[in-house]
């Protein structure tokens, strides 16, 4: 299995553009999360989807991000339009939920670095 | 708001030496994870423990976990240079179906040659 697959490794991009960030995760997973890494925050929970399904967004900073989920083997995280202070390394996670408490070991992939100038 | 804090935030330690690092979480949990991060790479898990449990073993490494105090340390012992890298704990729950994790900021494990 080649993990969580995520794309691209960089990104860097100037203020006000849009950016998408991708995600392939673990065949046969069930539920995706996407995280923001900063030295400030460290790794922050900004949404998670069970079975394609947003289950708690919460943590998503504001309206400029969103994320879809339109099949069990792709997600993508979209900020437009883009802030310096958006400037991070955003992960993908995968994990294989099972029942009511489940052992919910997340695989994460590589990441993508952000920079916003 | 983070659930769970480790201490120390940073250590240094030789190589051969036995590494202690502390996570401490407000709320009840049904699980808690490490995780090990090396630079410029994403997070890998290392080992659960549930809430049930006081102590678990895997390799190197041993985890406690005390729920009364809401505390659990993780001990790699005879530390090596490859086990420089980040290391965070995560906790999830309360409650039935808690999929999401939680994760501290850290302590950053420096293990010199």
């Known amino acids: 299995d080649a993990g969580v697959i995520q794309s691209p490794r960089h990104e860097v991009t100037e203020m006000g553009q849009e950016v998408t960030l991708r995600c392939k995760p673990i065949s046969g997973h069930n539920s995706l999360f996407w995280y923001r890494q900063t030295m400030m925050r460290g790794l922050e929970l900004l949404i998670y989807?069970?079975?394609?399904?947003?289950?708690?967004d919460s943590g998503m900073p504001e309206d400029r991000f969103s994320a879809k989920m339109p099949n069990a083997s792709f997600s993508t995280l979209k900020i437009q339009p883009s802030e310096p202070r958006d400037s991070a390394v955003y992960f993908c996670?995968?994990?294989?939920?099972?029942?009511?408490?489940?052992?919910?070991?997340?695989?994460f992939g590589p990441g993508t670095r952000l920079t916003v100038l | 708001s983070q659930q769970g804090e480790e201490d120390p935030q940073a250590l240094s330690i030789q190589e051969g030496e036995n590494a202690t690092m502390n996570c401490s979480y407000k709320t009840s949990i049904n699980n808690l994870q490490w995780y090990r991060q090396n630079s410029g790479r994403g997070l890998v898990h290392l080992i659960l423990i549930r809430s049930n449990e006081r102590e678990k073993h895997s390799g190197r490494l041993r985890v406690t976990l005390d729920t009364s105090k809401k505390s659990s340390s993780l001990l790699i012992t005879a530390s090596r240079a490859a086990d420089t890298a980040s290391y965070f704990c995560a906790t999830d729950g309360p409650g039935a179906g808690s999929y999401q994790l939680t994760f501290g900021k850290g302590t950053k494990l420096s293990v010199i040659p």
């Open positions: 989807f069970n079975n394609n399904v947003p289950i708690d």
């Open positions: 996670a995968s994990s294989l939920a099972r029942g009511t408490y489940s052992y919910n070991e997340q695989f």
